[in-house]
Protein backbone atom coordinates (compact mmCIF):
# COMPACT_ATOMS: atom_id res chain seq x y z
CA UNK A 1 0.00 0.00 0.00
CA UNK A 2 1.62 3.46 -1.46
CA UNK A 3 1.84 6.06 1.09
CA UNK A 4 -0.89 8.31 -0.78
CA UNK A 5 -2.91 5.08 -0.89
CA UNK A 6 -2.93 4.69 3.15
CA UNK A 7 -3.70 8.98 3.53
CA UNK A 8 -6.94 8.38 1.71
CA UNK A 9 -8.13 4.92 3.40
CA UNK A 10 -7.67 6.76 6.88
CA UNK A 11 -9.69 9.31 5.46
CA UNK A 12 -12.24 6.85 4.12
CA UNK A 13 -12.76 4.59 6.88
CA UNK A 14 -12.93 7.64 8.94
CA UNK A 15 -16.05 8.91 7.12
CA UNK A 16 -17.23 5.61 7.39
CA UNK A 17 -17.00 5.24 10.81
CA UNK A 18 -18.04 8.82 11.78
CA UNK A 19 -21.67 8.59 8.85
CA UNK A 20 -22.22 4.75 9.50
CA UNK A 21 -23.56 4.43 5.62
CA UNK A 22 -25.30 7.79 5.27
CA UNK A 23 -23.66 8.83 2.46
CA UNK A 24 -24.04 7.46 -0.80
CA UNK A 25 -21.13 6.69 -3.16
CA UNK A 26 -20.81 9.76 -4.88
CA UNK A 27 -21.50 11.96 -1.73
CA UNK A 28 -18.29 10.08 -0.29
CA UNK A 29 -16.10 10.29 -3.19
CA UNK A 30 -17.03 14.66 -3.33
CA UNK A 31 -16.45 14.44 0.37
CA UNK A 32 -12.41 12.93 -0.11
CA UNK A 33 -12.01 14.51 -3.67
CA UNK A 34 -11.56 11.78 -5.36
CA UNK A 35 -14.11 9.98 -8.39
CA UNK A 36 -16.21 7.50 -8.17
CA UNK A 37 -13.84 4.80 -9.55
CA UNK A 38 -11.25 5.33 -7.16
CA UNK A 39 -14.35 5.23 -4.20
CA UNK A 40 -14.87 1.86 -5.92
CA UNK A 41 -11.31 0.99 -5.84
CA UNK A 42 -10.73 1.92 -2.43
CA UNK A 43 -13.56 0.21 -0.80
CA UNK A 44 -12.41 -3.29 -3.15
CA UNK A 45 -9.20 -2.86 -1.22
CA UNK A 46 -10.14 -3.05 1.91
CA UNK A 47 -12.76 -5.54 1.74
CA UNK A 48 -10.14 -7.65 0.72
CA UNK A 49 -8.55 -6.48 3.77
CA UNK A 50 -11.43 -7.74 5.88
CA UNK A 51 -11.72 -11.09 4.83
CA UNK A 52 -8.03 -11.95 4.46
CA UNK A 53 -7.81 -10.88 8.28
CA UNK A 54 -11.02 -12.45 9.32
CA UNK A 55 -12.90 -15.46 8.64
CA UNK A 56 -16.58 -15.91 8.03
CA UNK A 57 -17.31 -16.90 11.32
CA UNK A 58 -15.65 -13.60 13.16
CA UNK A 59 -17.93 -11.03 10.28
CA UNK A 60 -21.10 -10.09 11.28
CA UNK A 61 -23.92 -10.59 9.49
CA UNK A 62 -24.10 -12.26 6.32
CA UNK A 63 -20.92 -12.80 3.88
CA UNK A 64 -22.37 -10.08 1.41
CA UNK A 65 -22.87 -7.33 3.83
CA UNK A 66 -21.47 -3.86 3.58
CA UNK A 67 -18.32 -2.69 4.82
CA UNK A 68 -20.09 0.33 6.36
CA UNK A 69 -22.60 -1.64 8.03
CA UNK A 70 -19.81 -4.24 9.34
CA UNK A 71 -18.07 -0.95 10.36
CA UNK A 72 -21.58 -0.13 12.26
CA UNK A 73 -22.73 -3.04 13.62
CA UNK A 74 -19.65 -4.91 14.59
CA UNK A 75 -19.15 -2.26 17.65
CA UNK A 76 -21.93 -4.36 19.65
CA UNK A 77 -20.04 -7.99 18.59
CA UNK A 78 -17.04 -7.79 19.54
CA UNK A 79 -14.41 -6.16 21.97
CA UNK A 80 -11.80 -5.48 19.07
CA UNK A 81 -11.83 -2.33 17.53
CA UNK A 82 -12.21 -3.33 13.46
CA UNK A 83 -10.57 -0.44 12.40
CA UNK A 84 -6.81 -1.68 13.91
CA UNK A 85 -7.49 -3.93 10.67
CA UNK A 86 -5.99 -1.35 8.83
CA UNK A 87 -2.75 -1.39 10.27
CA UNK A 88 -1.28 -4.32 8.73
CA UNK A 89 -1.49 -3.30 5.30
CA UNK A 90 0.08 -0.31 6.47
CA UNK A 91 2.78 1.05 3.48
CA UNK A 92 3.08 -2.55 2.25
CA UNK A 93 2.86 -2.27 -1.73
CA UNK A 94 1.50 -5.66 -3.31
CA UNK A 95 4.86 -7.31 -3.88
CA UNK A 96 6.14 -6.58 -0.29
CA UNK A 97 3.12 -8.16 1.01
CA UNK A 98 3.56 -11.33 -1.00
CA UNK A 99 7.50 -11.15 0.14
CA UNK A 100 7.03 -11.01 3.59
CA UNK A 101 4.61 -13.96 3.62
CA UNK A 102 7.06 -16.13 2.00
CA UNK A 103 9.64 -15.02 4.30
CA UNK A 104 7.84 -15.93 7.03
CA UNK A 105 6.35 -19.05 5.73
CA UNK A 106 9.91 -20.11 4.83
CA UNK A 107 11.22 -19.90 8.51
CA UNK A 108 8.31 -21.81 9.72
CA UNK A 109 9.87 -25.00 8.32
CA UNK A 110 13.89 -24.30 9.60
CA UNK A 111 16.28 -21.54 10.20
CA UNK A 112 17.76 -20.23 7.04
CA UNK A 113 20.51 -17.62 6.06
CA UNK A 114 19.34 -14.62 3.41
CA UNK A 115 20.30 -16.18 0.40
CA UNK A 116 18.62 -19.52 1.15
CA UNK A 117 15.38 -17.00 1.65
CA UNK A 118 16.40 -15.43 -1.54
CA UNK A 119 16.49 -18.21 -3.29
CA UNK A 120 13.00 -20.03 -1.99
CA UNK A 121 11.24 -16.51 -2.57
CA UNK A 122 12.61 -15.98 -6.00
CA UNK A 123 11.19 -19.48 -6.78
CA UNK A 124 7.89 -19.13 -5.37
CA UNK A 125 6.77 -15.37 -6.34
CA UNK A 126 4.36 -15.06 -8.32
CA UNK A 127 5.43 -14.45 -12.07
CA UNK A 128 4.01 -10.55 -12.98
CA UNK A 129 5.83 -9.53 -9.75
CA UNK A 130 9.29 -8.74 -9.68
CA UNK A 131 11.96 -10.88 -8.25
CA UNK A 132 13.91 -9.00 -5.95
CA UNK A 133 17.84 -8.94 -4.90
CA UNK A 134 19.85 -9.81 -1.97
CA UNK A 135 19.93 -6.12 -0.82
CA UNK A 136 15.90 -6.23 -0.85
CA UNK A 137 15.52 -9.43 1.43
CA UNK A 138 18.39 -8.35 3.30
CA UNK A 139 15.87 -4.92 4.20
CA UNK A 140 12.90 -6.94 4.79
CA UNK A 141 15.19 -9.46 7.07
CA UNK A 142 15.70 -6.31 9.02
CA UNK A 143 12.40 -5.12 9.34
CA UNK A 144 10.88 -8.43 10.23
CA UNK A 145 13.64 -8.21 13.21
CA UNK A 146 13.11 -5.04 14.04
CA UNK A 147 8.89 -5.94 14.78
CA UNK A 148 9.94 -9.11 16.63
CA UNK A 149 8.81 -11.25 13.99
CA UNK A 150 12.09 -13.09 13.52
CA UNK A 151 15.28 -13.15 15.35
CA UNK A 152 19.08 -14.42 14.72
CA UNK A 153 19.94 -17.75 16.13
CA UNK A 154 23.60 -17.01 16.63
CA UNK A 155 26.19 -14.29 16.12
CA UNK A 156 28.23 -15.78 13.34
CA UNK A 157 28.29 -15.09 9.84
CA UNK A 158 26.55 -16.13 7.67
CA UNK A 159 23.58 -15.07 9.73
CA UNK A 160 20.56 -17.82 10.22
CA UNK A 161 16.87 -16.40 10.83
CA UNK A 162 14.45 -18.17 12.55
CA UNK A 163 11.09 -17.60 13.90
CA UNK A 164 10.83 -15.85 17.06
CA UNK A 165 8.26 -17.58 19.24
CA UNK A 166 9.96 -16.61 22.21
CA UNK A 167 6.87 -15.36 23.96
CA UNK A 168 4.72 -18.42 23.31
CA UNK A 169 7.39 -21.26 24.11
CA UNK A 170 8.91 -20.05 27.01
CA UNK A 171 5.50 -19.08 28.78
CA UNK A 172 2.78 -21.34 30.50
CA UNK A 173 -1.15 -21.17 28.78
CA UNK A 174 -1.70 -19.78 32.66
CA UNK A 175 1.29 -16.82 31.83
CA UNK A 176 0.07 -16.34 28.43
CA UNK A 177 -2.94 -15.45 29.85
CA UNK A 178 -1.60 -13.60 32.91
CA UNK A 179 0.10 -11.40 30.10
CA UNK A 180 -2.96 -11.13 27.92
CA UNK A 181 -4.86 -9.93 30.29
CA UNK A 182 -2.73 -6.93 31.30
CA UNK A 183 -1.66 -6.02 27.66
CA UNK A 184 -5.81 -6.23 26.79
CA UNK A 185 -6.07 -3.14 30.02
CA UNK A 186 -2.99 -1.31 29.33
CA UNK A 187 -4.29 -1.10 25.26
CA UNK A 188 -7.68 -0.07 25.82
CA UNK A 189 -6.58 2.73 28.77
CA UNK A 190 -2.90 3.64 27.55
CA UNK A 191 -2.35 5.65 24.44
CA UNK A 192 -0.77 4.72 22.22
CA UNK A 193 -2.75 1.84 21.62
CA UNK A 194 -1.73 0.51 18.10
CA UNK A 195 0.92 -1.62 19.19
CA UNK A 196 -0.45 -2.79 22.28
CA UNK A 197 -3.49 -4.12 19.96
CA UNK A 198 -1.42 -5.88 17.50
CA UNK A 199 0.81 -7.72 20.70
CA UNK A 200 -2.90 -8.55 22.39
CA UNK A 201 -4.11 -9.99 18.99
CA UNK A 202 -0.76 -12.13 19.11
CA UNK A 203 -1.12 -13.54 22.22
CA UNK A 204 -5.02 -14.21 21.60
CA UNK A 205 -3.76 -16.54 18.66
CA UNK A 206 -1.34 -18.39 20.89
CA UNK A 207 -4.18 -18.72 23.11
CA UNK A 208 -6.58 -20.23 21.36
CA UNK A 209 -3.96 -22.59 20.06
CA UNK A 210 -3.89 -23.72 23.76
CA UNK A 211 -7.25 -23.68 23.76
CA UNK A 212 -7.74 -26.55 20.97
CA UNK A 213 -6.67 -29.06 23.74
CA UNK A 214 -8.25 -27.54 26.84
CA UNK A 215 -11.04 -25.60 25.37
CA UNK A 216 -13.15 -23.26 27.70
CA UNK A 217 -10.77 -20.26 27.73
CA UNK A 218 -12.64 -16.85 27.38
CA UNK A 219 -11.78 -13.19 27.62
CA UNK A 220 -12.15 -12.01 31.16
CA UNK A 221 -12.62 -8.30 29.82
CA UNK A 222 -14.22 -6.32 27.17
CA UNK A 223 -13.97 -3.17 25.88
CA UNK A 224 -16.26 -0.97 24.03
CA UNK A 225 -13.94 1.39 21.86
CA UNK A 226 -15.54 4.73 21.21
CA UNK A 227 -13.06 6.92 19.67
CA UNK A 228 -12.08 5.75 16.49
CA UNK A 229 -10.99 8.28 14.85
CA UNK A 230 -7.56 7.84 18.25
CA UNK A 231 -6.65 4.88 16.45
CA UNK A 232 -6.78 5.97 13.20
CA UNK A 233 -4.51 9.29 13.94
CA UNK A 234 -2.15 7.12 15.72
CA UNK A 235 -0.58 6.49 12.20
CA UNK A 236 0.95 9.80 12.04
CA UNK A 237 2.61 9.08 15.30
CA UNK A 238 5.72 7.67 14.63
CA UNK A 239 6.69 10.04 11.85
CA UNK A 240 5.77 13.08 13.60
CA UNK A 241 7.79 11.68 16.96
CA UNK A 242 10.31 11.43 14.61
CA UNK A 243 10.47 14.72 13.40
CA UNK A 244 10.85 16.38 17.05
CA UNK A 245 13.35 14.09 17.83
CA UNK A 246 15.67 14.91 14.81
CA UNK A 247 14.28 18.76 14.60
CA UNK A 248 12.96 17.82 11.17
CA UNK A 249 10.34 20.61 9.56
CA UNK A 250 7.56 18.53 7.81
CA UNK A 251 5.44 19.09 5.32
CA UNK A 252 2.03 18.31 4.88
CA UNK A 253 -1.44 19.34 2.93
CA UNK A 254 -3.95 19.85 5.65
CA UNK A 255 -7.82 20.03 6.13
CA UNK A 256 -9.31 21.65 8.70
CA UNK A 257 -12.34 19.81 10.72
CA UNK A 258 -14.99 22.71 9.00
CA UNK A 259 -13.58 22.08 5.23
CA UNK A 260 -15.82 20.41 3.40
CA UNK A 261 -13.39 17.61 2.02
CA UNK A 262 -11.12 15.85 4.33
CA UNK A 263 -8.84 14.13 1.57
CA UNK A 264 -7.21 15.76 -1.95
CA UNK A 265 -5.41 12.78 -4.54
CA UNK A 266 -1.73 13.77 -5.45
CA UNK A 267 -2.32 15.25 -8.86
CA UNK A 268 -0.05 13.21 -11.11
CA UNK A 269 -1.18 13.88 -14.69
CA UNK A 270 -1.50 17.83 -15.81
CA UNK A 271 -4.86 16.77 -17.98
CA UNK A 272 -6.70 16.19 -14.79
CA UNK A 273 -5.46 18.74 -12.30
CA UNK A 274 -7.84 20.16 -10.07
CA UNK A 275 -7.54 22.57 -7.16
CA UNK A 276 -6.99 21.03 -3.69
CA UNK A 277 -9.51 22.36 -0.34
CA UNK A 278 -6.68 22.01 2.22
CA UNK A 279 -3.75 24.07 2.99
CA UNK A 280 -0.20 23.39 2.44
CA UNK A 281 1.65 23.49 5.63
CA UNK A 282 5.55 23.64 6.53
CA UNK A 283 5.97 23.69 10.04
CA UNK A 284 8.47 22.56 12.88
CA UNK A 285 6.66 19.96 14.78
CA UNK A 286 7.56 20.91 18.62
CA UNK A 287 4.90 18.83 20.72
CA UNK A 288 1.93 16.40 20.33
CA UNK A 289 -1.06 16.46 22.57
CA UNK A 290 -4.05 14.03 23.26
CA UNK A 291 -7.18 15.56 24.34
CA UNK A 292 -9.02 12.38 26.66
CA UNK A 293 -11.83 14.45 26.53
CA UNK A 294 -12.93 13.89 22.83
CA UNK A 295 -10.30 11.30 22.12
CA UNK A 296 -8.30 13.52 19.82
CA UNK A 297 -4.70 14.14 19.11
CA UNK A 298 -3.23 17.48 18.09
CA UNK A 299 0.18 18.65 17.01
CA UNK A 300 1.68 22.12 17.57
CA UNK A 301 4.29 23.53 15.77
CA UNK A 302 6.24 27.07 14.37
CA UNK A 303 5.78 28.08 11.09
CA UNK A 304 7.89 31.08 10.36
CA UNK A 305 4.90 33.16 8.76
CA UNK A 306 2.28 32.65 11.15
CA UNK A 307 4.21 31.80 14.86
CA UNK A 308 2.67 28.46 16.78
CA UNK A 309 0.53 26.76 15.00
CA UNK A 310 -1.74 23.94 16.24
CA UNK A 311 -3.38 21.18 13.53
CA UNK A 312 -5.83 18.30 14.61
CA UNK A 313 -4.25 15.61 13.81
CA UNK A 314 -6.75 13.58 11.52
CA UNK A 315 -6.28 16.91 8.88
CA UNK A 316 -2.75 15.87 8.30
CA UNK A 317 -2.56 13.83 4.70
CA UNK A 318 0.38 13.73 2.41
CA UNK A 319 2.98 13.82 5.27
CA UNK A 320 7.03 14.44 4.52
CA UNK A 321 9.66 15.23 6.10
CA UNK A 322 11.99 18.07 5.09
CA UNK A 323 15.09 20.40 6.61
CA UNK A 324 16.27 20.11 9.71
CA UNK A 325 17.39 23.19 12.22
CA UNK A 326 19.58 23.73 14.94
CA UNK A 327 19.54 22.44 18.47
CA UNK A 328 19.59 25.74 19.62
CA UNK A 329 16.63 27.38 17.52
CA UNK A 330 14.43 24.07 18.42
CA UNK A 331 15.40 24.47 22.00
CA UNK A 332 14.26 28.28 22.03
CA UNK A 333 11.10 27.63 20.19
CA UNK A 334 10.12 24.62 22.27
CA UNK A 335 10.72 27.13 25.58
CA UNK A 336 8.88 29.66 23.45
CA UNK A 337 5.72 27.26 23.28
CA UNK A 338 6.20 26.34 26.97
CA UNK A 339 5.77 29.10 28.10
CA UNK A 340 2.36 30.54 25.72
CA UNK A 341 0.65 26.79 26.80
CA UNK A 342 1.31 27.73 31.01
CA UNK A 343 -1.99 28.27 31.33
CA UNK A 344 -3.89 25.89 28.80
CA UNK A 345 -6.06 24.01 29.78
CA UNK A 346 -5.16 21.51 26.77
CA UNK A 347 -3.35 23.41 23.99
CA UNK A 348 -5.10 26.95 23.48
CA UNK A 349 -2.15 29.96 23.65
CA UNK A 350 -4.69 33.01 23.76
CA UNK A 351 -4.77 35.45 26.66
CA UNK A 352 -4.89 34.19 30.39
CA UNK A 353 -8.06 34.94 32.24
CA UNK A 354 -9.27 34.08 35.53
CA UNK A 355 -12.30 31.73 35.82
CA UNK A 356 -13.88 31.58 39.27
CA UNK A 357 -16.51 29.18 40.22
CA UNK A 358 -19.21 28.41 42.68
CA UNK A 359 -19.81 24.53 43.06
CA UNK A 360 -22.97 23.05 45.12
CA UNK A 361 -22.18 19.81 46.77
CA UNK A 362 -24.79 16.61 46.16
CA UNK A 363 -27.60 15.40 48.66
CA UNK A 364 -26.04 13.82 51.45
CA UNK A 365 -25.15 9.95 50.61
CA UNK A 366 -24.10 7.20 52.87
CA UNK A 367 -20.61 7.50 53.92
CA UNK A 368 -20.23 11.30 52.78
CA UNK A 369 -19.52 10.49 49.21
CA UNK A 370 -19.12 13.93 47.31
CA UNK A 371 -18.34 13.16 43.92
CA UNK A 372 -18.51 16.94 42.77
CA UNK A 373 -15.52 17.57 45.12
CA UNK A 374 -14.01 14.31 44.20
CA UNK A 375 -14.20 14.87 40.34
CA UNK A 376 -13.21 19.00 40.98
CA UNK A 377 -9.96 17.80 42.78
CA UNK A 378 -9.18 14.84 40.11
CA UNK A 379 -9.95 16.78 36.87
CA UNK A 380 -9.42 20.41 37.99
CA UNK A 381 -6.01 21.24 36.74
CA UNK A 382 -4.23 23.46 38.67
CA UNK A 383 -7.00 25.49 39.77
CA UNK A 384 -7.89 25.55 43.86
CA UNK A 385 -10.69 25.73 45.97
CA UNK A 386 -10.67 28.72 48.15
CA UNK A 387 -13.52 29.19 50.23
CA UNK A 388 -15.72 26.13 51.46
CA UNK A 389 -18.76 25.63 53.25
CA UNK A 390 -21.77 22.91 53.76
CA UNK A 391 -23.56 23.92 51.13
CA UNK A 392 -20.40 23.85 48.06
CA UNK A 393 -17.10 25.64 47.48
CA UNK A 394 -15.45 28.17 44.96
CA UNK A 395 -12.84 27.04 42.56
CA UNK A 396 -10.66 29.38 41.04
CA UNK A 397 -7.87 28.94 37.87
CA UNK A 398 -6.44 30.92 35.02
CA UNK A 399 -6.81 29.42 31.27
CA UNK A 400 -5.78 30.44 28.35
CA UNK A 401 -9.20 31.69 26.65
CA UNK A 402 -12.29 29.83 28.11
CA UNK A 403 -13.27 28.03 25.27
CA UNK A 404 -11.58 24.39 26.00
CA UNK A 405 -12.24 24.82 30.10
CA UNK A 406 -16.20 25.60 29.19
CA UNK A 407 -17.09 21.76 28.52
CA UNK A 408 -15.70 20.44 31.63
CA UNK A 409 -17.80 23.85 33.25
CA UNK A 410 -20.98 22.48 31.43
CA UNK A 411 -20.46 18.73 32.01
CA UNK A 412 -21.78 19.84 35.94
CA UNK A 413 -24.85 20.78 34.90
CA UNK A 414 -26.56 22.59 37.64
CA UNK A 415 -23.68 21.45 40.36
CA UNK A 416 -21.96 24.76 39.35
CA UNK A 417 -22.38 28.46 38.86
CA UNK A 418 -19.57 30.81 36.74
CA UNK A 419 -19.09 34.03 38.38
CA UNK A 420 -16.26 35.18 36.49
CA UNK A 421 -15.35 36.37 33.57
CA UNK A 422 -18.76 37.78 32.94
CA UNK A 423 -18.34 37.04 28.90
CA UNK A 424 -18.43 33.13 30.62
CA UNK A 425 -21.07 33.18 32.35
CA UNK A 426 -23.04 35.55 29.42
CA UNK A 427 -22.11 32.16 27.04
CA UNK A 428 -23.65 29.33 29.33
CA UNK A 429 -26.81 31.35 30.24
CA UNK A 430 -28.01 31.67 26.56
CA UNK A 431 -27.06 27.85 25.84
CA UNK A 432 -29.08 27.05 28.44
CA UNK A 433 -32.07 29.26 27.35
CA UNK A 434 -31.59 27.52 24.06
CA UNK A 435 -31.82 24.02 25.87
CA UNK A 436 -35.11 25.05 27.76
CA UNK A 437 -36.54 26.19 24.64
CA UNK A 438 -36.45 22.36 23.20
CA UNK A 439 -38.22 21.23 25.94
CA UNK A 440 -40.84 24.38 26.48
CA UNK A 441 -43.22 23.00 24.10
CA UNK A 442 -43.85 19.50 25.74
CA UNK A 443 -46.96 19.02 26.54
CA UNK A 444 -47.16 17.48 30.37
CA UNK A 445 -47.37 13.47 30.68
CA UNK A 446 -46.42 12.69 27.41
Not at 16 to 31: K, M, S, V
Not at 326 to 348: C, G, H, N, P
Request: overall charge negative.
Amino acid sequence: MAKESFDKEIQFLRLLALTGGAYNRQQYAQRLGISVHTFDKTLRRLKDIVQTIHSPQELPGQPGRDLAEQLQFRYYESADPILLFLFRARSLKESESHRLSLLVAALQEAPLTALELLEQCCAELPAELTAPDEKTIRTDLKYLEEVGVIRKTDSTRPYRYELDRRIVTTLTPDEQLDLYDFVDIMANTQIPSVQGYLLRESLKKALRAHDETAPGWNETLWYKYHYHSRILDEAHLPMVIQAIEQRRRLRFLYFSPKSAKSYASQNTNPLFERESKGYQEMVLPLRVVYDHQYGRWYLLGFNGRRGIMKFRMEGLTQIEEASPVTEEFFAYKQAELVEKMRYSWLIDTGVPVRVRVRFFNPLPEPGGHNFVKNRVLLQGQWGTITEEDEDGFLYEITVNGITEIKPWLRSFGSSCEVLEPRELRNQLIEEWKELYTYYESVREGI
